[in-house]
């Protein structure tokens, strides 16, 4: 771990607990984020990404179980604390986005006290009149006109678009080092979606923020992220710069991805099936669990799980790497 590490996640398990047994929804996810990155998390519906998000931060409810791995945040792991000092952490030191705004917004409270709010469960000693022009201008660096007169109204009397952006300016106000964003921008219009990205990007890289992304959409992640980690029934399958991971995709399943991507990488573009369907819990295969759909299989892919290859900067879990001239 080097002293640019935010974030490092080791071996991440998380289980369900079903009346057929117990089942990893997330099965051994590793991730490196440092200080101020953008990694897009990436994966069809059901691959394990909202599990992985809200198991970063002790989010994760019966029948649900964080059961393995290190989640280490400055180098102490986020596991080993108590309720009370990860809710100290989150709207602090991190914050969360989830596609539905009204997760985060309480409906009955003005935008204003809410916002208030955030900041003085962190920050008692704040002075009120500060505490209110923070949050004015939190409000105004997500693009919400006439800030100050937006923060006596409720929730409901904000657009879709203007909603989430709010969440986005109460995950921001206590300026986080990390934040993890739920498919924030999903239920969006695709131009409200192109304009949040891209103030979501200029407010990360301003504050130094970094920032976990995470989205079925790879043409986000292109737009946003540094790295992208694609994901598949519970693992990272491929991990690497967004420009190498997309020009030369190594996993079979990342290139499915991809190719099935209609026209170019635009946000707001939905991915079309590959082949096949993602394996549900309770029906994964032994061996690689890509196999009954990957194109490239081979009958020895069935036999044990791909460990993680390195190559370069690169990573990935498969016995039949697309590795062309380039990408070596
Ligand atoms: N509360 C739950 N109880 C049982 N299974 C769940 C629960 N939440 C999620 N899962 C299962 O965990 C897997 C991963 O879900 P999720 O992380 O939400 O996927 P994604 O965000 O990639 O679409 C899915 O198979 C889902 O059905
Ligand atoms: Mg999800």
């Not at 709010?166 to 986080?176: E, G, H, S, T």
């Not at 990390?178 to 407010?203: G, H, N, R």
Request: charged share 20%; net charge negative.
């Amino acid at each position: 771990m080097t002293d640019t590490t935010l974030l490092q996640v080791n071996g991440l398990q998380t289980a369900f607990h079903t009346e057929e047994g117990a089942w990893l929804a997330v099965d051994g996810v590793d991730l490196q984020v440092k200080k101020g990155e953008i990694i897009g998390l990436v994966g069809e519906s059901g691959s394990g990404k909202s599990v992985t998000g809200f198991s970063l931060i002790g989010l994760i409810d019966p029948p649900g179980e964080v059961v393995g791995g290190e989640v280490l945040f400055h180098g102490q792991d986020l596991r080993q604390l108590s309720e009370e000092q990860l809710r100290q952490l989150r709207g602090d030191r991190i914050a969360m986005i989830f596609q539905d705004p009204l997760m985060t917004l309480n409906p009955v409270l003005k935008v204003g006290e809410q916002m208030m709010e955030a900041i003085l469960t962190h920050y008692p000693e704040t002075p009120k009149a500060e505490a209110r022009q923070r949050c004015c201008d939190a409000l105004a660096q997500v693009g919400i006109p006439a800030p100050e007169s937006r923060l006596d109204n409720y929730p409901h009397e904000f657009s879709g678009g203007m909603r989430q952006r709010v969440a986005i300016a109460i995950a921001m106000l206590n300026k986080p080092e990390l934040i993890i964003a739920d498919e924030p921008t999903t239920a969006l219009d695709v131009t409200i979606q192109a304009q949040i990205l891209y103030e979501m990007q200029k407010l990360c890289r301003e504050q130094n923020t970094a920032l976990i992304w995470i989205t079925h959409d790879l043409g986000v992640v292109a737009e946003l992220a540094d790295h992208v980690a694609v994901m598949y029934a519970g693992k990272i399958v491929e991990y690497g710069a967004v420009q190498a991971v997309l020009q030369n995709p190594i996993h079979p399943y990342t290139e499915g991805l991809l190719n099935s991507m209609p026209g170019s990488a635009q946000p707001g573009a939905r991915l079309q099936q590959i082949d096949g369907m993602a394996p549900t819990l309770t029906g994964r295969e032994q061996g690689c669990t890509f196999r009954p759909r990957c194109p490239y299989a081979h009958p020895s892919c069935a036999q044990s799980a791909p460990p993680v290859e390195q190559i370069g900067q690169r990573q990935y879990r498969c016995y039949f790497p697309l590795l062309k001239e380039e990408t070596k």
